[in-house]
């Protein structure tokens, strides 16, 4: 997996957004998002995308969930990924969208309640 927001995100930054990464002519995108030790926080995971090389980016609202579904439906979109504990969610850009987006970044906002415990970790797996 290639790192683009590979960093612990120390307890006073409540949102950190990655630089943007260059993915014209990618074939998949795959994110892993992470929670390590973490106790009273929460963070959600975001994805902005760009189609004029950087200039503008717009909210990015069809993530394929991992959610789990029975055989019959379809998959399941989503605008966001939340974490509120330990362990590890992945999801995936729309593949069909992926031939106009020339960049994207992700940002992570973070939830606090009471004392914080734990970082979180986003890596991406970019195929071309």
């Not at 002519?25 to 998002?33: L, N």
């Not at 717009?58 to 979109?77: E, G, V």
């Not at 989503?78 to 987006?101: F, N, Q």
Request: aromatic share 6%.
């Amino acid at each position: 997996m290639t790192p683009i927001m590979n960093n612990a995100i120390a307890v006073a930054d409540l949102a950190d957004t990655s630089v943007a990464t260059l993915v014209a002519g990618a074939k998949s995108i795959a994110f892993q998002f992470t929670g390590a030790t973490i106790t009273t926080r929460s963070a959600i995971l975001t994805v902005t995308v760009s189609l004029d090389n950087g200039t503008t980016y717009q909210a990015y609202s069809m993530l394929i969930s991992n959610a789990a579904n029975s055989n019959a439906q379809d998959l399941i979109r989503v605008a966001s990924i939340t974490r509120a504990a330990t362990g590890t969610d992945i999801c995936w850009m729309t593949p069909e969208t992926l031939g106009t987006i020339t960049h994207i970044k992700t940002t992570l906002t973070i939830t606090d309640t009471g004392i914080p415990v734990g970082t979180f970790t986003v890596k991406a797996s970019i195929a071309y």
